[in-house]
């Protein structure tokens, strides 16, 4: 026989109130773990953080900071990230205008071939994640499945940051 609802409980109280509770916390815990991930396959992990930057920027003609933190001006930034197989580079370049990110390109040369699949999938969505937000809000953890990418990504923008500071 198939029941198509649940038996219920004949207690009730504080226990159940309190098993409730602690379910929906739980639950309001994971949405805030989620990133901005639109893809379910993300990289693979290895849990090493290690990575270098190197940044070289140009400053708008007016020199302006735009009323921000951040002089106006088109920023380039290296940043690396570790993978299973290989220690990778990408290249970040941001545009500011007002500390808001305007414009924003992505290059890398991918040392595996896993790797250029998942930084091409980072290339292809980094603008719709980051293009019109303020430089100091941004936090991408994963971008189209790819997780391993943002960390390089992510020192990149502190190294653009660091030498657009106004």
């Known amino acids: 026989m198939i029941h198509t609802t649940a038996p219920r409980s004949r207690r009730s109280g504080p226990l159940k109130i309190g098993v409730a509770v602690a379910g929906i ?10 990133g901005t991930a639109t893809d379910t396959a993300p990289e ?32 380039t930034a290296d940043g690396t990230y570790a993978t299973p197989e290989s220690v990778e ?21 991918p040392q595996k071939q896993e790797s250029a699949q998942y930084q091409g999938q980072f290339i292809g969505g980094i603008a719709d994640v980051v293009v019109g937000e303020d430089i100091d809000q941004i936090s991408v953890s994963r971008v ?21 500071a106004a």
């Open 144 to 164: 189209a499945g790819s997780s391993l990418t943002s960390g390089g990504f992510t020192r990149a923008i502190e190294a653009i940051k660091a030498e657009a």
């Open 25 to 34: 916390a739980g639950a309001l815990a994971l949405v805030g773990c989620s």
């Open 89 to 109: 580079t990408i290249s970040v370049t941001v545009t500011l205008e007002g500390d808001v990110i305007t414009d924003v390109e992505v290059s890398g040369d």
């Open 44 to 75: 693979a992990d290895t849990g090493s953080d290690d990575g270098a930057t190197t940044a070289t920027g140009s400053a708008g003609d007016t020199g302006s900071t735009g009323g921000g933190t951040y002089v106006d001006g088109t920023y």
